[in-house]
């Protein structure tokens, strides 16, 4: 039986809820226009992740105790998973694992910029943008997504574009550290080895999870 989809339109409408920092009802609500996305987020928060004594049935219940940061997580790692079609699950595991490494080189290397969040977002939509170009752009301005975003999918230079190669160039040897190898030499020595391990096995675990419910 083909697997139903998770209304793209619905998943815009809640990024741009969590990009405004809309109130809760709000996302609750966008949330439960779509039985799809409502039984992946359920599924979610009822994971082994999420850890919790009791079951939760209620979508507001459920955005409450996820939160908005993970939140936004899913609902981009949703859109990638709708928009990207004819992608397998590997490769949809591996955009995953590009983004949590984004996000985790952020936090380690450039965190006096403070930019983990948005780098998380870049990673996800790279793949994305390397197909869609434009297209994906003009969405991501109506839905309110960052410029500072924006310039991190188009420019390497820009200070998130930097996260984003330094993690590209990094993703390899990942799968290499979180398969045992311990005597590997790292592409840019001017990295500290404990903190490119330490990233690595963060961004498999947290793409790992994701990629469950995609």
Not at 65 to 88: H, P, Q
Request: with cysteine; proline share 2%; aromatic share 6%.
């Amino acid at each position: 039986m083909k697997e139903e989809k998770i209304s793209r339109t619905v998943l815009l409408k809640l990024i741009e809820a969590l990009m405004r920092e809309e109130d809760l009802e709000t996302v609750s609500r966008i949330i439960s226009a779509d039985p799809h996305l409502t039984a992946k987020i359920l599924t979610f928060v009822n994971s082994a992740y999420c850890n919790l004594r009791r079951e939760i049935h209620s979508v507001e219940d459920a955005v409450a105790y996820i939160g908005y940061r993970k939140l936004k997580e899913i609902a981009f790692a949703l859109l990638l998973s709708v928009t990207l079609t004819e992608k397998s699950k590997e490769e949809l595991l591996r955009t995953l694992k590009l983004a949590y490494l984004n996000k985790a080189v952020a936090k380690r290397v450039f965190k006096k910029l403070n930019l983990e969040d948005d780098a998380f977002l870049v990673g996800i939509l790279s793949q994305v943008y390397d197909e869609k170009g434009e297209e994906l752009i003009e969405e991501l301005e109506r839905v309110c997504v960052s410029r500072a975003i924006i310039e991190g999918l188009r420019n390497n230079s820009s200070p998130l574009g930097k996260v984003r190669v330094l993690a590209e160039k990094l993703l390899p040897w990942c799968d290499r550290i979180v398969n045992g190898d311990k005597n590997f030499i790292l592409p840019d020595d001017k990295i500290k080895r404990e903190i490119v391990v330490g990233s690595c096995f963060e961004s498999q675990k947290e793409a790992q999870k994701i990629a469950e419910i995609i």
